[in-house]
């Protein structure tokens, strides 16, 4: 009559699938990520903005930060606002190599699509960024996207 | 004796139990080294940089809006305090002219943003300006797209669309040299 279901159904749920579902995640992950570029030495809170536009193709932008030194770095370079190139700091005058040396890098047909991002802290004066400006546009760079967040509404 | 033919010994498989640790530990190496940045932001295209003065262009005086921005981020829009929220219904009615005033621009292709600020305005207001205006336009290009197309206007319109929208109202905004008073 009652015969034992237990003995008779195999218990364990076969895991052999499993690498598989790891394995699509692992490529979605390393797919969509962007490896850290270096230690961010500059606090920045960029501003809220509606008109938003998104930058296409990581590829083809380069990043410039300003903004006041971390804690860490106040007491060696102080609390006035600084540049961030790459990894480390930098005045407007090392703009023109940095934008080169991003730009050997891009084949030459999409070089004229490059953009740079200026991610500013939104309490930075304007001083800074003009001369950032002005250096893009000595080093006719003309393309530039302020970087901004969604306003919340 | 018992023969182990080399088939037999085929089915003899790779323990593949481990390969989903291994897949684990790459998994939480990228998750740990993932920014999904969302990079977003206002587009611009600075003009080119040149050592000569510029040419001195007369305009008329209707067909410039200009927006001073000063060290204490307050806003002079044709010579009057304006608050920020302001700012963009201004713009707009400015740059369309409805009403064919006098005072305002005499078309859109003739109106002229002009931007001033100092070197001591602070980025965040700058930026918020600066998106009242482009958001301006967009809503102008918006109702102009709607009009004619009647579709809302977005990135995504084919080339001919949006050029024929921005023909009709061209975005102008010039940008003059920082005053330099409030810079630290």
């Not at chain 1, 995640?25 to 501003?47: A, I, S």
Request: some cysteine.
């Amino acid at each position: 009559m009652f015969t034992k279901k237990r003995g008779k159904t195999n218990p364990e749920v076969s895991t052999a699938s499993l690498p598989d579902i790891i394995f699509m995640l692992l490529f979605f992950f390393m797919v969509v990520t962007v490896l850290r570029d270096g230690e961010r030495k500059v606090k920045v809170v960029v501003p809220q903005a509606t008109e938003l536009q998104k930058l296409q193709q990581k590829s083809l932008v380069n990043h410039i930060w300003i903004g006041k030194p971390t804690e860490k770095y106040a007491a060696t370079y102080g609390t006035k606002p600084r540049i961030q190139l790459g990894d480390k700091f930098a005045s407007e005058y090392d703009i023109p190599l940095f934008l080169e040396q991003h730009k050997i890098k891009v084949p030459e047909p999409q070089r004229p699509r490059i953009t740079t991002s200026l991610k500013v802290d939104g309490d930075v004066t304007m001083g800074i960024v003009t001369d950032v400006k002005t250096a893009l546009r000595k080093a006719n760079q003309l393309k530039v996207n302020y970087s901004a967040r969604p306003r919340e509404k | 004796m018992a023969r182990t033919s080399s088939r037999d010994r085929m089915k003899n498989e790779i323990n593949a139990g481990s390969m989903a640790d291994i897949a684990f530990l790459l998994l939480i190496f990228f998750l740990v080294t993932t920014t999904i940045d969302i990079d977003k932001g206002i587009t611009v295209k600075l003009p080119p940089w040149s050592e000569e003065d510029p040419e001195t262009q007369k305009l008329k005086k209707r067909n410039v809006f200009s927006v001073l921005v000063n060290a204490q981020d307050q806003l002079l829009v044709r010579g009057e305090l304006t608050d920020v929220d302001d700012l963009r219904e201004r713009a707009k009615e400015f740059i369309a002219n409805p009403q064919r005033r006098e005072d305002l621009s005499t078309d859109p292709k003739n109106a002229i943003i002009s931007l001033k600020n100092d070197r001591g305005t602070s980025y965040g207001v700058y930026v918020e300006v600066y998106n009242e205006l482009k958001a301006a336009y967009n809503e102008l290009w918006n109702d102009e797209c709607e009009r004619m197309y009647g579709i809302p206007y977005s990135e995504e319109l084919p080339v001919a669309y949006r050029k024929a929208i921005k023909e009709k109202i061209p975005f102008v905004l010039s940008e003059a040299e920082p005053t330099n008073f409030g810079e630290e």
